[in-house]
């Protein structure tokens, strides 16, 4: 089974970034859920960025995804939410033995943290088709980019306009697109 580490997104680590990584639990995978805020939460992405922003955004956020996998081992599957894709995609481009990486929500382009994507490092990328952050602020024309160059890449987008769509502590979720967007992680952290 695959060895995850899930960075949260603008909001903290909430109940529902906590159910997703439990899913993934029950599914049999070891799934660390690093807390780049310290306990902190927020009610808004605002409010989230803007803490992000007084911490150093995202230098210190990143540094702080660094630090979290700092004591783990090679081969692991790297994922994130919104905010945690920046420390998840540069550990996935840049940490030797990257197993895969799964980004949700976001995607920065590859150039932010090397030459290329790194062969044999699958990834998956998630978002809404009318998500006003991911398709509205370029993300998508990242992950386009991402999924031409990679040799192992799927971009998979979902009906709606709802940004953390798969956490369901928030009103912004949607159960349906949850369900698929779990099977084709499940499926993508499946031993090959």
């Known amino acids: 089974m695959a060895e995850v580490v899930l960075f949260h997104h603008a909001l903290g680590l909430t109940p529902g970034v906590v159910a997703f990584a439990d899913e993934l639990r029950r599914a049999g995978h070891t799934v660390h859920t690093p ?11 605002e409010e989230g960025m803007g803490y992000a922003q007084e911490i150093g955004f995202p230098g210190e956020v ?6 979290a996998v700092a004591g783990l081992p090679d081969g692991l599957v790297y994922a994130g939410f919104s905010l945690g894709v920046l420390p998840a995609q540069m550990l996935a ?14 995607c ?19 978002g809404m088709d009318a998500d006003p952050f991911f398709v509205g602020e ?7 980019e ?13 009906p709606g306009d709802q940004h953390y769509f798969a956490d ?17 992680v499940l499926d993508f952290l499946r031993p090959r």
Do not use: C, M, N
């Open 35 to 45: 807390d780049l805020f310290e306990g902190r939460t927020f009610g808004s992405i």
């Open 62 to 67: 990143i540094g702080r995804g660094v630090q």
């Open 93 to 106: 481009q840049t940490r030797p033995g990257a197993r895969g990486a799964l980004l949700f929500y976001s």
């Open 108 to 126: 920065v382009p590859v150039s932010a943290f090397g030459s290329g994507w790194p062969d044999g490092v699958p990834v998956q990328v998630h």
């Open 138 to 144: 370029g993300d998508i024309d990242a992950a386009r």
């Open 146 to 158: 991402l999924v031409e160059q990679a040799k192992a890449a799927e971009l998979f987008l979902y």
């Open 168 to 184: 369901s502590s928030l009103p912004s979720y949607d159960p349906d697109a949850t369900a698929l967007l779990l099977q084709r």
